[in-house]
């Protein structure tokens, strides 16, 4: 159980495109998402908070008009990188928490992660 | 700045000995600590979380937390070359969590 998943797995596109990211809760409902990114040889640094049906709650330094974060339902959540460039190649990776009660981070489950490379 | 400090390593250690990470935070308000092994390429998967301060095991693995010190550290012993990968650890303060920028742990055969 508490699996999630991410789609999809790797893109590379070419600078001033958008791109799109999936992240799904496949089977439980996640109140809250999460969104972090990745450079190589650094931490997971959380960019925003999303809640079912309400606007995301981003970290300072996130442009949130580059990062638009939508969480329509209870099992999907998705991160849309706008005009994107070389800068924003990184690894995207999702978490989803599971329930409301305990600790935030003992209820929270990763997905795999977006490879996103930007030409 | 919440920091998480963490020796980047790389710790190099023979299969079927005891390898020790520690790590290091400056929020005194941090509630729950966290420990997460992530291979190359692949996301963080969890291997324990610790709340209060002392020793808790499981299988292999022994958290150790003290907050009077701001320390907490993780234990594996019998390591094998599976374990080899990037250990992350992080802390919650009652909402999302900060991570650490990961030791890189190699168990040589």
């Known amino acids: 159980g508490a699996v999630v998943s991410q789609h999809p797995s790797r893109v590379i596109c070419k600078s001033g495109t958008s791109v799109k990211i999936e992240c799904r809760s496949l089977d439980f409902q996640a109140t809250t998402m999460f969104w972090y990114r990745q450079f190589p040889k650094q931490s997971l640094m959380l960019m925003a908070t999303?809640?079912?049906?309400?606007?995301?709650?981003?970290e300072q330094g996130v442009e949130k008009d580059k990062f638009l974060i939508n969480h329509a339902s209870l099992t999907l959540s998705t991160l849309t990188v706008t005009s994107a460039h070389p800068e924003d190649s990184s690894f995207y990776i999702c978490?989803?928490?599971?329930?409301?009660?305990?600790?935030?981070?003992?209820?929270?489950?990763f997905g795999p992660g977006t490879r996103l490379t930007v030409l | 700045q919440k920091e998480v400090e963490q020796n980047s390593g790389p710790l190099s250690v023979p299969e079927g000995a005891i390898a020790s990470l520690n790590c290091t935070y400056s929020?005194?308000?941090?509630?729950?600590f966290f420990w997460y092994r992530q291979y190359s390429g692949k996301s963080p998967e969890l291997i324990m979380f610790?709340?209060?301060?002392g020793d808790k095991e499981d299988g292999r693995f022994t958290a150790q937390l003290n907050k009077a010190s701001q320390y907490v550290s993780l234990l594996i012993r019998d390591s094998q070359p599976s374990d080899s990968a990037t250990y992350l650890c992080a802390l919650s303060s009652g909402y999302a969590l900060n991570f650490g920028k990961g030791t890189s742990l190699l168990v040589t055969p």
């Open positions: 999303s809640n079912e049906g309400s606007k995301a709650t981003y």
């Open positions: 978490s989803a928490r599971a329930v409301m009660t305990g600790d935030w981070g003992e209820n929270q489950y």
């Open positions: 610790i709340y209060s301060n």
């Open positions: 929020d005194r308000g941090s509630q729950s």
